[in-house]
């Protein structure tokens, strides 16, 4: 049967850019599965260009443990890679390519691993989760989470590979990422009292979103099982103006709220909005009636942090061998698995530090650690009464 090297090879050779349809890559899966008697089911988005691939084996009935990651990876546009990115190098042990850490490296090790889990009957089920669009917000992750929510043979226990030096992780903050749209009035800069400067008015929104991030730093807030200890607020794209001697009519800026698990993005979100419509509007109206500041959201997902003395983290800990459990500063699926009732932990290959990044890598010895856990589940999942 092929190694996790050699799968991993296969899925690097598949682009899946976020923006571009993973469908060939999950074509490869769901045949590799069949080869192994595994059926598969395909949850598609509404264009039919992208799916969710979900698979069970097992006995029938609720529980056992998923095993889940995503397909999509983020553009390699603009890098500065010495490699080709969509084909696997080798180099001192390490295997480039992108998507090698995040997460197709995880997803190798997962599909390797699955003649082991065959090799004995399994006394809890094994199911296998893989999705996409996971890099612009968790989007196509959704429909699966809804399907396992109310299915009957949910599974209890979730390991999302995401990578992580193979070190246990039980949490990380949630986000949420928004657009603000100002529209004021505008007019030759010579008359500026008689318009409504939408940059302006903008940048006053920017300035309270700096007061609130800074209350939200308060050190009676901080948590410090994360890094940053506090929930952040940062503002990341701003666009206005055509000339300087006109009054800008338009401005739009995108910020985001990463947040602590115990704390509530949408909260932030409406303390902006309740400044924006009674202290910034009554003035902007006064002068063009048409004055307007709309908010909308661009993604989100909320927060992670299971209980230590869960057994999920008791299983993650045994799988490890390690207890030393810790959190992520990047988000996963794993909030949206766990709000459906599945208790989710964080294991897999490869450091976020290369994610992303050109000449993106995940050593081999990272890939047979990840192997050695799958097989101590394996032996795990077979031993159950």
């Known amino acids: 049967m092929p190694t996790s090297r050699d799968l991993l090879a296969d899925l690097i050779a598949f682009d899946t850019t976020s923006r571009d349809s993973n469908l060939a890559l999950i074509d490869y899966v769901r045949r590799y599965l069949s080869d192994l008697g595994i059926d598969s089911q395909l949850l598609f988005n509404d264009e039919r260009s992208k799916a969710n691939l979900y698979a069970r084996l097992g006995p029938p009935g609720p529980g056992g443990v998923m095993l889940s990651g995503h397909s999509d990876v983020v553009p390699v546009d603009g890098q500065a890679w010495t490699v080709p990115a969509f084909t696997l190098s080798e180099r001192d042990g390490r295997l480039y390519g992108r998507g ?198 661009l993604s989100s997902y909320p927060g992670l942090l299971t209980d230590p003395a869960s057994d999920a983290a008791h299983l993650l800990a045994l799988l490890c061998e390690r207890e030393d459990f810790s959190t992520v500063a990047f988000g996963t699926e794993g909030g949206l698995f766990d709000a459906a009732g599945i208790a989710t932990v964080i294991c897999g290959p490869g450091s976020m530090e290369q994610g992303h990044k050109p000449d993106e890598f995940v050593t081999l010895e990272q890939l047979e650690r990840c192997d050695a856990l799958l097989a101590r589940l394996a032996g795990w999942v077979q031993q159950q009464h």
Do not use: W
């Not at 995040?102 to 699955?114: Q, T, W, Y």
């Not at 055509?242 to 800026?253: D, H, K, Q, Y």
């Open 100 to 297: 090698t850490a995040d997460m197709k490296g995880f997803i190798a090790c997962v599909l390797a691993s699955l003649p082991t889990f065959l090799q004995q009957p399994l006394r809890l089920p094994l199911h296998i989760a893989i999705s996409y669009d996971e890099e612009i917000g968790c989007l196509g992750v959704r429909s699966l989470v809804e399907q396992l929510r109310s299915s009957p043979e949910r599974p209890a226990i979730c390991l999302i590979g995401e990578p992580t030096e193979m070190r246990p992780v039980l949490g990380h903050k949630g986000k949420l990422a928004m657009r603000c749209e100002v529209h004021g009035a505008a007019c030759h800069s010579a008359y500026a009292p008689q318009g409504v400067n939408a940059i302006e008015y903008a940048a006053k929104l920017i300035g309270r979103l700096g007061e609130i991030g800074a209350q939200l730093a308060a050190p009676e807030r901080h948590d410090s099982r994360f890094d940053p200890p506090y929930s952040t607020v940062q503002t990341g794209v701003i666009s206005g103006g055509r000339a300087l001697n006109i009054v800008p009519g338009e401005c739009r800026f995108d910020f985001e709220m990463r947040v602590l698990p115990a704390d509530d993005p949408r909260q932030v979100a409406a303390e902006l909005q309740a400044y924006a419509e009674h202290e910034l509007l009554p003035r902007m109206r006064a002068v063009s009636a048409a004055s307007d500041i709309r908010f909308s959201e």
